[in-house]
C-alpha cells in the first residue's frame, strides 16, 4: 500500500557518523507517525527512534539517546535518522516504518508499513 525507501547505509569506522534517509508518497506523508528499527544477526527487531506529526513528539530507544537524532521534513515527503558516534554493537539492518495516528510506540506490531532496510556496520 505505501512504499518506503531507505538510503544511507554503509560501512564506518566507531566513532563515525552515517544519515538514514526514507522516502514515501507525498499524497498523505503528513498524516503518518513514522520511525526506525534495526535488526542484528541472531537478534530480534529492536526499537530505535520514532517522530510523530509534530517534530516535538520524538522517542528514542535508550541504547542510542543522545547519539541519534531523527527528523522529517513533510514538503520532501521524507523521515531522517542522524547516526554519531557510531559503535560495533549499532551493526545491523535499519528499517523505517510508518503508522497512521500519532501516537508512539516501541512494539513493531504496531507499524503497519516497513521498507526493505539498509545495511549499517560499524567497524572496530
Known amino acids: 500500500q505505501v512504499q518506503l525507501d531507505e538510503s544511507g547505509g554503509g560501512l564506518v569506522q566507531a566513532g563515525g557518523s552515517l544519515r538514514l534517509s526514507c522516502a514515501a508518497p507525498?499524497?498523505?506523508?503528513?498524516?503518518?507517525?513514522m520511525g526506525w528499527f534495526r535488526q542484528a544477526p541472531g537478534k530480534e527487531r529492536e526499537f530505535v527512534a520514532a517522530?510523530?506529526?509534530?517534530?516535538?513528539?520524538?522517542s528514542y530507544a535508550d541504547s542510542v539517546q543522545g547519539r541519534f537524532t531523527i527528523s522529517r521534513d513533510n514538503a520532501k515527503n521524507t523521515v531522517y535518522l542522524e547516526m554519531n558516534n557510531l559503535k560495533p554493537e549499532d551493526t545491523a539492518v535499519y528499517y523505517c516504518?510508518?503508522?497512521?495516528?500519532?501516537?508512539?510506540?516501541?512494539?513493531?506490531?504496531?507499524?503497519?508499513?516497513w521498507g526493505q532496510g539498509t545495511q549499517v556496520t560499524v567497524s572496530s
Open positions: 507525498g499524497r498523505t506523508f503528513s498524516s503518518y507517525a
Open positions: 517522530i510523530g506529526w509534530s517534530s516535538d513528539t520524538r
Open positions: 516504518v510508518a503508522k497512521m495516528g500519532n501516537i508512539l510506540y516501541s512494539n513493531p506490531s504496531r507499524y503497519n508499513y
